[in-house]
């Protein structure tokens, strides 16, 4: 009689037992894939008085006026020959959206100066 108590109990335990909990762990929901705001940009770079933008193949962007675009101002300042030349950068800027609609979109943050042009020597090698 104990064994026919102890297997009855055992096979209820394994019937009873719902897979719903287990369907639940494994059904877990799926994550969406944020695209991170801070890119590395390559274009061509103008900084003006009250402006500066980067230009690069399939985008515009205005330029957040901060000690980091007015930084990079200075170091692309002896490749210019007027104030409205682009000169060829690389960045790692932040994208924001632009709060004072000045046209554009989207403005970028400069948070770090990757690349500017090498001013060449003009000494001569002998």
């Known amino acids: 009689m104990k064994k026919l108590f102890a297997i009855l109990l055992l096979s209820l335990m394994i019937l009873g037992c719902e897979n719903s909990d287990r369907k639940d762990l494994l059904t877990q929901p799926e994550t969406v894939k944020v695209p991170d705001s801070i890119q590395i940009l390559s274009g061509q770079f103008v900084f003006g008085k009250d402006a500066a933008m980067l230009r690069g193949k399939d985008f515009i962007y205005g330029v957040k006026i901060d000690s980091m ?31 004072q609609q000045n046209g554009l979109p989207q403005i970028i943050e400069i948070r770090q100066i990757i690349e500017t042009p090498k001013q060449e020597n003009d000494t001569i090698k002998k």
């Open 69 to 99: 675009s007015k930084d990079l101002a200075a170091k692309v300042a002896p490749f210019k020959s007027d104030d409205f030349e682009m000169i060829p950068v690389t960045i790692k800027a932040k994208l924001l959206p632009d709060a």
